[in-house]
Nanobody, 118 residues
Framework: VQLQASGGGLVQAGGSLRLSCAAS????????MNWFRQAPGKQRELVAF???????NYADSVKGRFTISRDNAKNTVYLQMNSLKPDDTAVYYC?????????????WGQGTLVTVSS
């Protein structure tokens, strides 16, 4: 099982990006799916999560600007980021609890860099 994140890049302040993270392998079920980010010199922080039932929660710093969603048929989670600010610059990581042949484990994507210029 692995998670593959994509969609990062360079964008001007006020712009938008959409991140994707697809899980692959022999997957029985996926629980909550999360997006974290880590800016240079800072600790990794939770940006948003979505439960298997579709409930969502966001960090205060991104509420109203970011939207997390998931496509269970594609084992994919998305993060739509609008009104981006330079403070959103970070490496973004997806994370999920996945039930596979090995049982339930926590998996991380490789990270995708988002750079917001002022």
């Amino acid at each position: 099982v692995q998670l593959q994140a994509s969609g990062g890049g360079l964008v001007q302040a006020g712009g938008s990006l959409r991140l994707s993270c697809a899980a692959s392998g022999t997957i029985f079920s996926i629980g909550a799916m999360n997006w974290f980010r880590q800016a240079p010199g800072k600790q990794r922080e939770l940006v948003a999560f979505i439960t298997s039932g579709g409930s969502t929660n966001y960090a205060d710093s991104v509420k109203g600007r970011f939207t997390i969603s998931r496509d269970n048929a594609k084992n994919t989670v998305y993060l739509q980021m609008n009104s981006l600010k330079p403070d959103d610059t970070a490496v973004y990581y997806c994370n999920a609890a996945i039930r596979s042949l090995l049982g339930v484990s926590d998996y991380w994507g490789q990270g995708t860099l988002v750079t917001v210029s002022s």
